[in-house]
C-alpha cells in the first residue's frame, strides 16, 4: 500500500519526552496500518534518544531512523528527513511534544478524502491543546478564528486573512509534500527555523482546510525550550524574515498571486512577533536588548510595504517607536503607559486608545497603564482550573462571600465566550486578554484560585492572594517533585517559587495536607486550616438533592450506580484503559450501572462503552461540568490515585481502589503514603477482584471509618464561611 503519511521527527536532547512521543504515534495506531511512515532524525543527540529510537525501529519497521554525524538544529534536521520522505503528505511533529491516542488514524482517514478531491488540500491545519508542566492544559487560544470559518470546507489565505492570527508553526500543520516540494523554500537555522515555511506555504497554497479536532498535545513552559530560554539567538528571528520576503519577491514564486493587503498583513504579523520577543521577560538577553530592538527598525526599513500605515492606537505608536529605533521612549510607553513628555507632543494619550481586541506587546502597555489606578477595595476576581469555568472551591468561597461580603464585587475570569456561556446566569465574567480582563487583574484587591493566575499578572502591594488548590494530596507535588523527574516533567522550580511567594493564604483540606503543603510550597503565606469550601456541599446535601442528582444522570432506584474516575498519570499520555469497563459491566450485570469519567487532562473519552443486554448501562460523564454532581448521584466510588476519595468520603459512602499499577505510579509520581495499608475501603488490583468488590455492596466500612478520621475531620459544612471570615471583610 503506498505510503500516505509521513511523519518526521527531528531529536536531540529530549530522553525524558521521547518514549511518549513514540507510544503516541506507533503504539497508538494499529499495528497493522501502513499507510503512514516515520523518518526519525537522530540529530547528534548527547543523550540516549538514538539508542531508543534504534530500539524502536527494531520494533517496528513503521520507523526508520537517521543518524546524523554533525548536529544541524531543528530546521537542518527536518531538512536532511524530507528527501527520505515517500508519503503524499508530509508532517513535522517535536520529539517532546505528543499525539493524542487515534489521531494518526483520523488523520489517515481525513488526507484519504482529500485526495480524491479535485483541488486536494495543500495544507490541513489541525486544532491543539497546550500542556503545561504543572499538568495542566489549554485550548488553542486561536480556536474561535477557525471554527465557522471557510477554512472548515477548504479556502485560500485571501479568503480567510484572520488565519494570520493564529500560531504560525508547522507542528499543527499537514503538508501536501508535493506542494512543499515545489516552493523552492527551506527551513532556517537557529531559531524559529519554521516560519521560513509556513508563511510561503500558506500564501501559496490553492487550498487551506482546518480539521476541528485536538490532534497535538503542545508542550509550553519546558526548560530548555526556545519560548524559555535566554539567548542571543533569539535575533535568528530576522532571517526568517527575510526569507519570507525573499520568497513574495521572487519573480517566479509558485502558487497564488499575493495581494498587497497579504504582504502587509505579513508586515504586520512580524513586526509584532519581533515586538513580543522583545517584550517577554527572560528571552533577549539584557546585553544584546539594544541591538536587538535596533535590528527591529531595520526590519521595518527593509521590508515595510509601499504606502503602509500604522495601525491604529496603542499598537500604532508602539510601531512607529520601533520604526526610528526610539528604545527608551518604547522603555517608558511599557512602564508608565505614557510617552515621555518631549516626545509626547502630537501622540495621542495611550489609555483612551486602548480598545476592543488588545493583544501582544500592546496589552503589556495597557496593563501597566491600568496598574497606575489605585486598588478596588471592592472586587474580588475568581478563577479555577485554568479559567476553564465555575468550579471547585473558589464556587464555593464566591458564592459564601456573596452572603457574608457583599460589599465585595466577585468576578470571574474565563477563556473565551464558549465558557463565559457555561457560568450561573448572575455571575459576573470577563474573558482573557480583553481590556476588561487586563483592568480588573490590574486594580481588584483580592484574588481567589485554585491554580496560578498568569505570571505576568504583577502581584501590586496591598493585593490579597488566596490559593485554594483543588485536592488532597495523595502524590507528591510542588518541590516535592524535584526527585520525581518523570512526574516533574521539565516543571520549573524556580517559577514555582515566584508563584508561592504570590500567596497570602492556602487553603488545606485537613491535617494532612497542611504538613505536606507547608514542604512542598515553602511560603510566607498563611495556612488556612478550614477544610475544603468545595466539600461544604457533600457535608451539606439533603436526601432531596441526592435524589434529584440520580434523576438527571437517569438512575431508577434501586439501581447501584457506580462512579469509575481513574487519575493521570504522568508517565503515560492520554486516558489509559487499564480497566475494561465492558467487561466489568458484563460482570455486574442489568442492577448496576457505570459512570464514567476520564481525567480533565485527557481528550478523547474512553471510547466503546456498549456491553450488551444483560449489563450494566455504561455512561460516558467525563463532559459533565460539575463533580459534586457526580458524587451525590453515585452509591460507590472507584478510583486509583484520584483525590476524589478524599471528597467523595465526606458522603461516608463505599470506596474500591483498583490500583494494578501501584508500585510503578509510586515510583513515577511518588506519594505521602501506603494506599494499601491506608485505603478507604476495599483495594484491589485485578478486574475480578474489582467485581467482587462491587457485588459485595459494603464490604470495607472499617476502613472507611479510620480513612474518615484522618482525612475528613474538618469537612463539617462550614469551610466556604471560616476562609471567608479571615479573608474578606464581613457584614455579620
Same mark, same amino acid.
Given at each position: 500500500?503506498?505510503?500516505?503519511?509521513?511523519?518526521?521527527?527531528?531529536?536531540?536532547?529530549?530522553?525524558?519526552?521521547?518514549?511518549?512521543?513514540? =507510544?503516541?504515534?506507533?503504539?497508538?495506531?494499529?499495528?497493522?496500518?501502513?499507510? %503512514?511512515? &516515520?523518518?526519525?532524525?537522530?540529530?547528534?543527540?548527547?543523550?540516549?534518544? #538514538?539508542?531508543?529510537?534504534?530500539?524502536?525501529?527494531?520494533?517496528?519497521?513503521?520507523?526508520? @531512523?537517521?543518524?546524523?554525524?554533525?548536529?544541524?538544529?531543528?530546521?537542518?534536521?527536518?531538512?536532511?528527513?524530507?528527501?527520505?520522505?515517500?508519503?503524499?503528505?508530509?508532517? *513535522?511533529?517535536?520529539?517532546?511534544?505528543?499525539?493524542?491516542?487515534?489521531?494518526?488514524?483520523?488523520?489517515?482517514?481525513?488526507?484519504?478524502?482529500?485526495?480524491?478531491?479535485? +483541488?486536494?488540500?495543500?495544507?490541513?491545519?489541525?486544532?491543539?491543546?497546550?500542556?503545561?508542566?504543572?499538568?495542566? +492544559?489549554?485550548?488553542?487560544?486561536?480556536?474561535?478564528?477557525?471554527?465557522?470559518?471557510?477554512?472548515?470546507?477548504?479556502?485560500?489565505?485571501?479568503?480567510?486573512?484572520?488565519?494570520?492570527?493564529?500560531?504560525?508553526?508547522?507542528?499543527?500543520?499537514?503538508?501536501?509534500?508535493?506542494?512543499?516540494?515545489?516552493?523552492?523554500?527551506? %527551513?532556517?537555522?537557529? %531559531?524559529?527555523?519554521?516560519?521560513? &515555511?509556513?508563511?510561503?506555504?500558506?500564501?501559496?497554497?490553492?487550498?487551506?482546510?482546518?480539521? =476541528?479536532?485536538?490532534?497535538?498535545?503542545?508542550?509550553?513552559?519546558?526548560?530548555?525550550?526556545?519560548?524559555? $530560554?535566554?539567548?542571543?539567538?533569539?535575533?535568528?528571528?530576522?532571517?526568517?524574515?527575510?526569507?519570507?520576503?525573499?520568497?513574495?519577491?521572487?519573480?517566479?514564486?509558485?502558487?497564488?498571486?499575493?495581494?498587497?493587503?497579504?504582504?502587509?498583513?505579513?508586515?504586520?504579523?512580524? !513586526?509584532?512577533?519581533?515586538?513580543?520577543?522583545?517584550?517577554?521577560?527572560?528571552?533577549? /538577553?539584557?546585553?544584546?536588548?539594544? =541591538?536587538?530592538?535596533?535590528?527591529?527598525?531595520?526590519?521595518?526599513?527593509?521590508?515595510?510595504?509601499?504606502?503602509?500605515? *500604522?495601525?491604529?492606537?496603542?499598537?500604532?505608536?508602539?510601531?512607529?517607536?520601533?520604526?526610528?529605533?526610539?528604545?527608551?521612549?518604547?522603555?517608558?510607553?511599557?512602564? +508608565?503607559?505614557?510617552?515621555?513628555?518631549?516626545?509626547?507632543?502630537?501622540?495621542?494619550?495611550?489609555?483612551?486608545?486602548?480598545?476592543?481586541?488588545?493583544?501582544?506587546?500592546?496589552?503589556?502597555?495597557?496593563?501597566?497603564?491600568?496598574?497606575?489606578?489605585?486598588?478596588?477595595?471592592?472586587?474580588?476576581?475568581?478563577?479555577?482550573?485554568?479559567?476553564?469555568?465555575?468550579?471547585?472551591?473558589?464556587?464555593?468561597?464566591?458564592?459564601?462571600?456573596?452572603?457574608?461580603?457583599?460589599?465585595?464585587?466577585?468576578?470571574?475570569?474565563?477563556?473565551?465566550?464558549?465558557?463565559?456561556?457555561?457560568?450561573?446566569?448572575?455571575?459576573?465574567?470577563?474573558?482573557?486578554?480583553?481590556?476588561?480582563?487586563?483592568?480588573?487583574?490590574?486594580?481588584?484587591?483580592?484574588?481567589?484560585?485554585? @491554580?496560578? *493566575?498568569?505570571?505576568?499578572?504583577?502581584?501590586?502591594?496591598?493585593?490579597?492572594?488566596?490559593?485554594?488548590?483543588?485536592?488532597?494530596?495523595?502524590?507528591?507535588?510542588?518541590?516535592?517533585?524535584?526527585?520525581? /523527574?518523570?512526574?516533574?516533567?521539565?516543571?520549573? *522550580?524556580?517559577?514555582?517559587?515566584?508563584? !508561592?511567594?504570590?500567596?497570602?493564604?492556602?487553603?488545606?483540606?485537613?491535617?494532612?495536607?497542611?504538613?505536606?503543603?507547608?514542604?512542598?510550597?515553602?511560603?510566607?503565606?498563611?495556612?488556612? =486550616?478550614?477544610?475544603?469550601?468545595?466539600?461544604?456541599?457533600?457535608?451539606?446535601?439533603?436526601?432531596?438533592?441526592?435524589?434529584?442528582?440520580?434523576?438527571?444522570?437517569?438512575?431508577?432506584?434501586?439501581? $447501584?450506580?457506580?462512579?469509575?474516575?481513574? $487519575?493521570?498519570?504522568?508517565?503515560? #499520555?492520554?486516558? &489509559?484503559?487499564?480497566?475494561?469497563?465492558?467487561?466489568?459491566?458484563?460482570?455486574?450485570?442489568?442492577?448496576?450501572?457505570?459512570?464514567?469519567?476520564?481525567?480533565?487532562?485527557?481528550?478523547?473519552?474512553?471510547?466503546?462503552?456498549?456491553?450488551?443486554?444483560?449489563?450494566?448501562?455504561?455512561?460516558?460523564?467525563?463532559?459533565?461540568?460539575?463533580?459534586?454532581?457526580?458524587?451525590?448521584?453515585?452509591?460507590?466510588?472507584? +478510583?486509583?490515585?484520584?483525590?476524589?476519595?478524599?471528597?467523595?468520603?465526606?458522603?461516608?459512602?463505599? !470506596?474500591?481502589?483498583?490500583?494494578?499499577?501501584?508500585?510503578?505510579?509510586?515510583?513515577?509520581?511518588?506519594?505521602?503514603?501506603?494506599?494499601?495499608?491506608?485505603?478507604?475501603?476495599?483495594?484491589? !488490583?485485578?478486574?475480578?477482584?474489582?467485581?467482587?468488590?462491587?457485588?459485595?455492596?459494603?464490604?470495607?466500612?472499617?476502613?472507611?471509618?479510620?480513612?474518615?478520621?484522618?482525612?475528613?475531620?474538618?469537612?463539617?459544612?462550614?469551610?466556604?464561611?471560616?476562609?471567608?471570615?479571615? @479573608?474578606?471583610?464581613?457584614?455579620?
Amino acid at each position: 500500500m503506498p505510503v500516505l503519511l509521513s511523519i518526521v521527527l527531528p531529536v536531540h536532547g529530549v530522553e525524558r519526552y521521547l518514549p511518549r512521543c513514540l =507510544d503516541s504515534i506507533l503504539e497508538a495506531t494499529p499495528a497493522g496500518e501502513t499507510r %503512514f511512515e &516515520v523518518i526519525a532524525v537522530d540529530d547528534r543527540s548527547p543523550d540516549r534518544c #538514538g539508542t531508543i529510537l534504534d530500539e524502536y525501529a527494531a520494533r517496528d519497521r513503521r520507523l526508520r @531512523v537517521l543518524h546524523l554525524p554533525e548536529n544541524q538544529g531543528l530546521g537542518g534536521a527536518r531538512t536532511a528527513a524530507l528527501p527520505e520522505a515517500r508519503g503524499e503528505y508530509v508532517w *513535522f511533529v517535536d520529539s517532546d511534544d505528543w499525539l493524542p491516542e487515534g489521531t494518526v488514524s483520523v488523520i489517515l482517514d481525513e488526507l484519504s478524502q482529500e485526495r480524491r478531491r479535485e +483541488t486536494p488540500a495543500d495544507v490541513l491545519l489541525t486544532d491543539f491543546t497546550h500542556a503545561y508542566p504543572d499538568g495542566g +492544559t489549554e485550548p488553542n487560544p486561536w480556536r474561535h478564528v477557525l471554527v465557522g470559518s471557510p477554512l472548515a470546507d477548504g479556502a485560500t489565505l485571501a479568503e480567510h486573512p484572520a488565519l494570520f492570527q493564529t500560531v504560525m508553526s508547522v507542528w499543527n500543520k499537514v503538508f501536501r509534500r508535493a506542494f512543499l516540494l515545489g516552493l523552492g523554500v527551506s %527551513f532556517g537555522r537557529g %531559531f524559529y527555523e519554521d516560519i521560513s &515555511v509556513t508563511y510561503p506555504a500558506l500564501l501559496a497554497a490553492e487550498r487551506l482546510r482546518y480539521l =476541528d479536532r485536538s490532534c497535538y498535545f503542545y508542550r509550553r513552559g519546558r526548560a530548555g525550550a526556545i519560548t524559555s $530560554t535566554a539567548s542571543p539567538k533569539h535575533a535568528d528571528v530576522f532571517a526568517q524574515y527575510d526569507a519570507i520576503f525573499a520568497f513574495l519577491d521572487r519573480p517566479d514564486r509558485p502558487g497564488r498571486p499575493v495581494p498587497d493587503s497579504l504582504r502587509t498583513l505579513v508586515f504586520d504579523r512580524t !513586526v509584532k512577533q519581533a515586538l513580543t520577543v522583545y517584550d517577554s521577560p527572560g528571552l533577549v /538577553p539584557v546585553a544584546r536588548r539594544k =541591538d536587538f530592538f535596533r535590528r527591529i527598525s531595520e526590519h521595518f526599513d527593509r521590508h515595510r510595504p509601499t504606502g503602509y500605515r *500604522f495601525p491604529a492606537g496603542v499598537r500604532g505608536v508602539q510601531y512607529r517607536l520601533a520604526a526610528h529605533n526610539a528604545r527608551v521612549a518604547y522603555a517608558e510607553l511599557r512602564r +508608565t503607559g505614557r510617552l515621555p513628555r518631549e516626545l509626547k507632543r502630537g501622540a495621542r494619550a495611550v489609555a483612551p486608545a486602548v480598545k476592543k481586541g488588545v493583544r501582544s506587546s500592546a496589552r503589556f502597555t495597557a496593563y501597566n497603564a491600568f496598574r497606575r489606578l489605585p486598588l478596588d477595595e471592592h472586587v474580588a476576581v475568581y478563577a479555577a482550573y485554568w479559567h476553564r469555568g465555575y468550579a471547585c472551591s473558589p464556587a464555593a468561597i464566591y458564592e459564601k462571600a456573596k452572603e457574608l461580603a457583599p460589599g465585595v464585587r466577585g468576578v470571574w475570569v474565563v477563556e473565551n465566550r464558549t465558557q463565559a456561556a457555561t457560568l450561573p446566569a448572575d455571575v459576573p465574567y470577563v474573558i482573557v486578554n480583553t481590556p476588561a480582563y487586563l483592568k480588573v487583574m490590574a486594580t481588584a484587591k483580592y484574588f481567589v484560585n485554585n @491554580v496560578n *493566575f498568569p505570571r505576568t499578572m504583577v502581584k501590586r502591594p496591598g493585593t490579597v492572594h488566596v490559593q485554594t488548590q483543588h485536592g488532597t494530596p495523595l502524590k507528591a507535588m510542588g518541590m516535592d517533585l524535584r526527585d520525581h /523527574p518523570v512526574a516533574a516533567d521539565g516543571m520549573d *522550580f524556580d517559577r514555582l517559587q515566584e508563584a !508561592v511567594d504570590r500567596w497570602d493564604f492556602l487553603v488545606s483540606s485537613n491535617p494532612h495536607t497542611s504538613e505536606h503543603f507547608a514542604r512542598a510550597f515553602p511560603g510566607r503565606y498563611e495556612m488556612l =486550616d478550614t477544610g475544603y469550601p468545595r466539600n461544604d456541599r457533600l457535608a451539606n446535601t439533603t436526601r432531596t438533592e441526592v435524589l434529584e442528582m440520580r434523576a438527571r444522570f437517569g438512575l431508577a432506584p434501586g439501581r $447501584t450506580a457506580v462512579l469509575y474516575a481513574p $487519575t493521570h498519570r504522568e508517565a503515560k #499520555g492520554g486516558y &489509559v484503559p487499564l480497566l475494561d469497563v465492558r467487561e466489568l459491566a458484563r460482570r455486574l450485570g442489568p442492577d448496576f450501572t457505570l459512570l464514567v469519567r476520564t481525567h480533565y487532562f485527557h481528550t478523547g473519552g474512553p471510547g466503546d462503552l456498549t456491553a450488551g443486554a444483560d449489563a450494566a448501562e455504561i455512561v460516558d460523564v467525563s463532559a459533565h461540568p460539575t463533580v459534586e454532581d457526580l458524587y451525590l448521584a453515585a452509591d460507590v466510588l472507584v +478510583t486509583d490515585y484520584s483525590s476524589m476519595m478524599f471528597d467523595y468520603a465526606v458522603l461516608d459512602r463505599p !470506596v474500591v481502589i483498583f490500583a494494578p499499577d501501584w508500585d510503578e505510579y509510586r515510583e513515577n509520581r511518588g506519594v505521602y503514603f501506603d494506599l494499601f495499608a491506608e485505603p478507604p475501603g476495599a483495594v484491589t !488490583v485485578d478486574a475480578d477482584g474489582l467485581a467482587k468488590a462491587l457485588l459485595a455492596g459494603d464490604p470495607e466500612p472499617a476502613a472507611r471509618a479510620r480513612f474518615r478520621a484522618r482525612f475528613c475531620p474538618w469537612d463539617d459544612g462550614g469551610a466556604a464561611e471560616r476562609v471567608v471570615r479571615r @479573608v474578606f471583610p464581613t457584614t455579620a
